[in-house]
């Protein structure tokens, strides 16, 4: 397995700083696929109930569209976390991880660290915010 680049001034990774990284990243995954499960399972559930209960007071149906609705953004966003850490997880396969995918220098051991699944480096990530 490749070490990700160091930014200068930073010191390089260790093997071990990195296996800490991956094996977060794993814990996080399979904590996220559970999740989607029990959140999909309980969508089909409620939806299942929202045809069931179509005669109910036009207020609770639509406390429980919003739910549903609240319900679907966090799924779509738990997907959006699942495949942006198992594309962390195939960076480090590839021997790509802490590559800027834009400018292609070091993105900087102290931001993956602090969110490892980054593609890009500070400067480019700002530079994109700025869009």
Known sequence: MN???ARSGEDPWTP????????????EITALRANLADA???????LTDAVANA?????????????????LALTYNSR?????????IERMDAGTYGV????GHAIGKARLQAYP????CVVCKQREERR
């Open 40 to 46: 999909e399972s309980g969508l089909a559930e409620r």
């Open 80 to 88: 959006d976390l699942l495949a942006q850490s198992e594309r962390a």
């Open 55 to 71: 005669g109910d007071d036009p207020t609770d149906t639509g406390a429980k569209a919003y739910q549903r609705e609240h319900d």
């Open 100 to 103: 800027c995918d834009s400018c």
């Open 16 to 27: 071990e700083e990195l296996a800490e990284v991956r094996g977060a990243l794993e814990e």
């Open 3 to 5: 070490l990700p680049p």
């Open 117 to 120: 699944r980054a593609l890009l």
